[in-house]
Structures are given as C-alpha cells and as structure tokens.
C-alpha cells in the first residue's frame, strides 16, 4: 500500500498567520492526492482535489500544490474557524485509498 | 443538496453482525459509485469498501474483506454495509460517502459503532 505521512503532527498557529502542512507519499503518486478537513464531531469535507485543484464553496485562503511524492497544504490568514484536522488522501492505487494520519491544527 | 444519512450503529458483541445503512438524496444515487470509509476514536480515516454504480463491483481492504459486504438499491438511493464477524477493532464511526472520479466529494455524518462484550 501507498503510505501517505503528513507532518507536522499537531500545529499551533496565531490567527492571521499562513501556515503550511505536508503530505508525503511512499511512491509517486503523481497528481492523485486529495485534501479533506474534519471539524471536531463533524464529518470530513473536501477542500483540494488532484493536488491543487480548487472546490466551489470553499474559501481562497486554502490552496496547495504538489506532484509525485510531496504535496503542501496552505492556508493563508488562519481563521479561527480553520480549528480542525487535516487529512491528505491518495487515489494512485484506487480503489485501494489510502489517507494520511493527519495534521490538527491549533489556534494558540 | 446532497445528503447522505447513515444509520443502524450501535453497541455489538465481537463475533457478532450488524448492517449500516445510508439514504442518499439530492442527486442521482445511480450515477455515482459509493463508498464507506470509517474512523477509530481519535484517530484517522481507513477506506472500508467502495461499490460500482450498479452494484456489480466492490473493493475492500485486506483489513474486512471476506467479513464486510458492500451493497446498494439505486430504486430506494440507498447504500448498505453488511458487517459480520466483528472485532473489537471495527469500533469505529463509519461514513458512507460518495464518490466523485477519485475522490470523496460528500459525506455524511457518520455512525458510531461499537464492538465490545
């Protein structure tokens, strides 16, 4: 299987600051790597697909890029609503997906 | 919209067999291949079975399969899971989701299910 690791563990950040999380994969997965955040007690939602590709609805400050094995995360001006974990998902070797341990994100 | 609602978790003996389902609206369940992807408390997300539009081909991990069936009825838009054989690390909160290409594009609320004696 694809072993997706993403760091850092846990991030506490200053609301106004960007910050950014990685995703590592064990193989090259080219574009085929998607990111989700989950809300306590909430279910995921999607925020990136392939890589970089923006999703209607959710805010700009969120954007990433990658290709291969290294992807990022970036969230420009952290909001206090952006309190959340972040999950990077691999579909290279679908159906056999596989998500990363995630990356929570803490407003100090 | 879309929604997707999970039910019929709960508290199981280990050894014992429960059946999730999800009822899908505001889109047409037949067009779109679907998927359960559950989470252990506090920790992170582990795809469980995806099916084909007609119900006609399933995936699993090596982790439920032979113990895990994946099934749909696209007349009533609903996705099941038909879990047996239970362990106590199938205590999870299981989402059903749909798929969108590759990627998870909604997903519902989830449901908490417990293997415990």
């Known amino acids: 299987d694809i072993v997706l690791t993403q760091s850092p563990t846990t991030l506490s950040v200053t609301p106004g600051e960007t910050v950014s999380l990685s995703c590592r994969a064990s193989?090259?997965?080219?574009?085929?790597l998607h990111w989700y955040q989950q809300k306590t007690n909430e279910s995921p939602r999607l925020l990136i697909k392939?890589?970089?590709q923006s999703i209607s609805g959710i805010p700009s400050r969120f954007s990433a890029s990658g290709s291969g094995t290294d992807f990022t995360l970036n969230i420009n001006n952290v909001e206090f609503d952006d309190v959340s974990s972040y999950f990077c998902q691999q579909t290279q070797s679908w159906p056999r997906n596989t998500f990363g341990a995630g990356t929570k994100l803490e407003l100090k | 919209e879309v929604q997707l609602v999970e039910s019929g978790g709960g508290l199981v003996q280990p050894g014992r067999s429960l059946k999730l389902s999800c009822a899908a609206s505001g889109f047409t369940f037949s067009n779109y291949y679907m998927a359960w992807v559950r989470q252990a408390p506090k920790k992170g997300l582990e795809w469980v079975a995806t099916?084909?539009?007609?119900?006609?081909?399933?995936y699993y991990p090596d982790s439920v399969k032979g113990r895990f069936t994946i099934s749909r009825d696209n007349a009533k838009s609903s996705l099941y899971l038909q879990m047996n054989s239970l362990k106590s690390e199938d205590t999870a909160t299981y989402y059903c989701?749909?798929?969108?290409?590759?990627?998870?594009?909604?997903w519902g609320q989830g449901v908490m299910v417990t293997v415990s004696s």
């Open positions: 989701a749909r798929h969108e290409q590759l990627y998870l594009d909604y």
């Open positions: 392939y890589a970089s």
């Open positions: 099916i084909s539009t007609s119900g006609s081909r399933t």
């Open positions: 193989h090259s997965i080219g574009t085929n």
